[in-house]
């Protein structure tokens, strides 16, 4: 079982019952420490930048793991898009660490979906 695999069996012990609720607690979570980083931009440093990011590719990595899983229930399409959001974002955490420079406006995405899926699975 992989570190990620591992962090998300952990969390989900303590987590509410309703795996669609642990979820978007998780992404609300992980969108919530971008969105303090972007908000304090000057004030956040670089270790607290990689930990958010870390923690979101995480996140996307297990989402991804799960759903390339032949016996997942989800409808294939659905897995798909997942999978084309985890590249994405895996692309964009990249473009971030390895950016001189990075601006906060990079993390607006990354959060945004964040966000969108949370409140789909919150079923709002």
Same mark, same amino acid.
């Given at each position: 079982?992989?570190?990620?695999?591992?962090?998300?069996?952990?969390?989900?012990?303590?987590?509410?019952?309703?795996?669609?609720?642990?979820?978007?607690?998780?992404?609300?979570?992980?969108?919530? =420490?971008? =969105?303090?980083?972007?908000?304090?931009?000057?004030?956040?440093?670089?270790?607290?930048?990689?930990?958010?990011?870390?923690?979101? %590719?995480?996140?996307?990595?297990?989402?991804?793991?799960?759903?390339?899983?032949?016996?997942? /229930?989800? /409808?294939?399409?659905?897995? =798909?898009?997942?999978?084309?959001?985890?590249?994405?974002?895996?692309?964009?955490?990249?473009?971030?660490?390895?950016?001189?420079?990075?601006?906060?406006?990079?993390?607006?995405?990354?959060?945004?979906?964040?966000?969108?899926?949370?409140?789909?699975?919150?079923? %709002?």
């Amino acid at each position: 079982m992989s570190k990620a695999h591992e962090a998300y069996a952990s969390a989900a012990r303590i987590a509410p019952k309703d795996p669609r609720e642990f979820e978007a607690s998780i992404l609300t979570k992980a969108a919530g =420490q971008l =969105q303090r980083i972007r908000d304090n931009w000057t004030a956040e440093s670089s270790t607290s930048l990689y930990e958010a990011l870390v923690y979101n %590719r995480r996140i996307w990595t297990v989402f991804a793991a799960s759903a390339a899983e032949n016996d997942h /229930p989800l /409808p294939r399409e659905i897995k =798909q898009n997942i999978a084309n959001l985890a590249i994405f974002i895996f692309k964009r955490t990249s473009e971030i660490e390895a950016a001189t420079e990075p601006q906060p406006q990079l993390l607006d995405t990354l959060i945004m979906i964040n966000r969108e899926i949370a409140a789909g699975l919150y079923g %709002r």
